[in-house]
């Protein structure tokens, strides 16, 4: 499937090719969601002759583009993955995705290192908690600062543990492990 997502040099979103592909994105519901709404992609594969794929559902979430681009094509298109299906946290009543976390994260100057943890709240929805390593203490308020920060780009503010930075790096390179821990998902529904 990776060659028939192709970007233009204009960058608009991926390219959908209808002559390899049929692409659906559905919702909660398993239904079509409108244009611009994002939802889980579904593809079926055309021609694949020795293991075609029929409606997979590929727990990637992104949305359809439907207007012409810049380049002059009329197929749709998918903007970036915002995230996979099973990672979605419901928080203080919005959907969000670590990606949108990681980003004001990683866009934070002071913060070194962080591990987000989610789990089931007493309300029936997610918490987040948000631990992180300090690469220097800053001279205002580190907590304040990043719930205003969450505020402006999700909406909404996860609780924040300061730790130390060997702590994180403990928790981020557990031993035995090839790729790095950033996300950690405690709900009972997602064991």
Do not use: W
Not at 36 to 62: K, Q, S
């Amino acid at each position: 499937m990776g060659a028939t997502f192709s970007e233009c040099p204009y960058g608009c979103g991926g390219h959908v090719h209808p002559e390899l592909i049929i692409v659906e994105i559905i919702g909660e519901d398993d239904m079509p969601v409108p244009d611009g709404a994002v939802g889980e992609i579904v593809v079926t594969t055309l021609g694949v002759e020795g293991m075609p794929l029929l409606r997979f559902r590929t727990g990637d979430m992104a949305a359809k583009i439907t207007e012409q681009c810049r380049c002059g094509r009329y197929s749709y298109r998918l903007t970036p993955l915002v995230g996979r299906k099973n990672n979605m946290i419901k928080l203080k009543g919005t959907s969000l995705y670590p990606p949108a976390i990681n980003d004001v994260l990683d866009n934070t100057p002071y913060v070194e290192n962080y591990v987000l943890v989610v789990q089931d709240s007493d309300a029936g929805t997610d918490d987040l908690i948000v631990q992180l390593g300090l690469k220097y203490q800053p001279d205002f308020d580190v907590v304040k600062d990043l719930k205003d920060r969450f505020r402006s780009r999700v909406r909404v503010a996860p609780q924040i543990e300061i730790k130390s930075v060997q702590e994180i790096a403990a928790i981020n390179f557990p031993a035995k492990s090839r790729k790095p821990i950033k996300f950690i998902d405690k709900r009972s529904s997602h064991v």
